[in-house]
């Protein structure tokens, strides 16, 4: 099993781009959540889809948007790209009860000029 | 508001020198307690999970224990490999789906 798997591994765009970051679990969970991880900020979450079919936000959505493609993948798309979102982002996973592990992915370091 | 405070944000320890890391946490109705290990460059990956005041759990040199208010990782006798970054989550009754992060604790051993 691969577990969580995220493309790009890294990415620069320059302000206004837009791009997407795709997420992919292979381990038959229901949830799947996207995080980004800045430097004293902690990991903060942005969207998440609790079961396919549902997506909702989390505490940092704007400028973001998200589609649940399957069960297995979870898409993160920056519309118009802002400095402020350089970030590393990760995708996460979970079976579905409240108390499952989540489970990360590799990460996705995104640079924005 | 939940919130969730690691303490220290970073130590630096001998090899061999035991210690422990602190999660404070407030919430309603915690749930569960997880603690993951984070390596430069790569995503979090999960060590264990608490669910209810004097719960402990070990692995290795690791051994993670919870309070009402609180949660501490205590590493003994560390090894240069255990440097990471130590990351608490809560996932509180009234918050659904989502875990609230602490900021971390960064550990350094030194051989």
């Known amino acids: 099993n691969a577990g969580v798997t995220q493309t790009p591994k890294f990415q620069v765009l320059k302000t206004g781009q837009s791009m997407t970051l795709q997420c992919a679990q292979d381990m038959n969970h229901n949830s799947m959540y996207w995080y980004r991880q800045d430097p004293g900020m902690g990991l903060r979450l942005i969207y998440y889809s609790a079961s396919e079919g549902t997506t909702d936000k989390g505490e940092v959505p704007n400028g973001y948007n998200v589609s649940r493609l399957n069960k297995r993948e979870f898409s993160l798309r920056l519309e118009s790209a802002a400095p402020s979102q350089t970030s590393v982002y990760f995708c996460?996973?979970?079976?579905?009860?409240?108390?499952?592990?989540?489970?990360f992915g590799p990460g996705t370091r995104l640079t924005v000029l | 508001e939940d919130q969730v405070t690691q303490s220290p944000e970073a130590l630096r320890l001998q090899e061999g020198e035991s210690s422990s890391l602190n999660c404070s946490y407030t919430?309603?109705?915690?749930?569960?307690l997880f603690w993951y290990r984070q390596d430069p460059g790569k995503g979090p990956e999960f060590l264990f999970t608490l669910y209810s005041a004097g719960e402990e759990k070990e692995k290795e040199r690791l051994k993670a224990t919870l309070t009402k208010k609180e949660s501490f990782l205590h590493i003994t006798a560390p090894k240069p490999e255990d440097s990471a970054t130590y990351l608490c989550?809560?996932?509180?009754?009234?918050?659904?789906?989502?875990?609230?992060f602490g900021g971390g604790t960064r550990l350094m051993v030194k051989p």
């Open positions: 996460a996973s979970k079976l579905q009860g409240a108390t499952d592990t989540q489970y």
């Open positions: 919430v309603s109705g915690l749930r569960g």
């Open positions: 989550a809560v996932q509180a009754g009234n918050a659904g789906n989502m875990l609230t």
